[in-house]
């Protein structure tokens, strides 16, 4: 990436209002019950345990950046967070590294290529490209600074855990179950080592990943997370600030430029947010200084991102106002509040 001259000017921030809480609350079970019957998709089985979900299960669930809670359906069954844990070790870790040293050596541009693309690692001279992908994501676990890898999994979880405002728990099952079968991930993190773009043993470092995708959470976790982010990095429900506001603006644009792999063009084009799909059908979407969107299905599309969970945020998105590329014509909407 070229060298662009820093501009030191205070940075000023975009944000909005969302309605009401008693209007937004009507407006999550609508989105809910607008879904509830929609059995589009098909359930991951490349983990064995992800196998076993209950397709039927569908929570949703709006936490806004100034604290009001809302929850619909299945948004307290607990599920495994799969590659949404991406993008808070990917926050944690620009946090304690700084923009440009995450910038360089995981890269911030999309694929255009499934998240556990190999060809992707060999297409780009072995660098991992973004931290959203399989490899990128390896790559940014590494970066956790950790005397072992026991204590590199314990500041994961913790991490993790403040951004939800409790206690994460792993899921061992899951873990056993894709820790076994786990070949594509240790190959991705072998090959990352072959470029020396990855230090330390890359079999611990995919132990560490596999394991902070095997966190249990739930809808409503997911938007306490998003939330965080969408609140310059103090988490509204319990009020600790978990990283700095630049971070959260760094992490939201991968995350929008990547979150939903290839298909986050299309993503953009219909929701116009940044959010984080994972296999077991969780996504967040995050509308900087409102709040965030967390949502639970767990029936997939071709790119392993959940169908209902993506109609929902799409409703919520246009019913909320969250989209980040709308706007009407500002001398109308002024004259339509006056009247
Ligand atoms: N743990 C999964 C994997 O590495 C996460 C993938 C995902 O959620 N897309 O394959």
């Known amino acids: 990436m070229s060298e662009e001259p820093t501009d030191d000017v205070d940075q000023q921030v975009a944000t909005g209002a969302l309605p009401d809480p008693p209007r937004v609350d009507e407006l999550v079970h609508e989105a809910h019950r607008r879904y509830v019957d929609d059995d589009d ?20 669930a709006v936490v ?21 844990s991406k993008l808070f070790v990917y926050a944690l870790v620009v946090d304690e590294l700084g923009h440009d040293v995450v910038r360089d050596r995981v890269g911030v541009n999309n694929t255009g290529l499934a998240f556990n693309s190999v060809v992707a690692i060999e297409l780009n001279d072995g660098h991992p490209m973004n931290p959203m992908v399989n490899a990128g994501a390896i790559a940014t676990t590494a970066l956790v600074r950790a005397a072992s890898t026991a204590e590199r999994w314990e500041r994961v979880r913790e991490g993790l855990s403040a951004f939800a405002g409790r206690q994460l728990r792993l899921n061992g099952e899951v873990y056993r179950s894709e820790a076994d079968t786990n070949d594509r991930n240790r190959a991705i993190g072998r090959l990352l080592r072959s470029y020396g773009r990855l230090d330390g043993d890359p079999d611990d470092v995919v132990d560490v990943y596999t394991r902070q995708c095997a966190l249990d959470v739930d809808a409503h976790d997911l938007a306490v997370m998003g939330a965080t982010l969408a609140d310059g990095g103090v988490n509204p429900v319990t009020g600790e600030r978990v990283v700095s506001a630049d971070v959260c603006r760094d992490t939201l644009a991968v995350v929008a430029a990547s979150g939903l792999y290839e298909r986050s063009g299309e993503w953009l084009f219909e929701i116009g947010l940044p959010a984080k799909s994972g296999v077991s059908g969780g996504i967040v979407a ?20 959940s169908v209902r969970a993506r109609r929902a945020i799409r409703h919520l998105s246009r019913a909320l106002g969250l989209n980040l590329f709308a706007s009407a014509p500002a001398v109308a909407h002024r004259r339509e509040e006056r009247a």
């Open 64 to 84: 806004e950046a100034a604290g009001a809670v809302h929850d619909a359906g299945d948004a307290h069954r607990l599920f495994t967070i799969q590659s949404i």
């Open 286 to 305: 995050i509308a900087p200084g409102k709040g965030a969107i967390g949502a639970f299905s767990p029936r997939l599309d071709a790119a392993g991102n």
């Open 41 to 60: 998709g098909t359930v991951a089985d490349y983990i064995p345990a992800l196998a076993q979900a209950d397709p039927e299960l569908f929570g949703l």
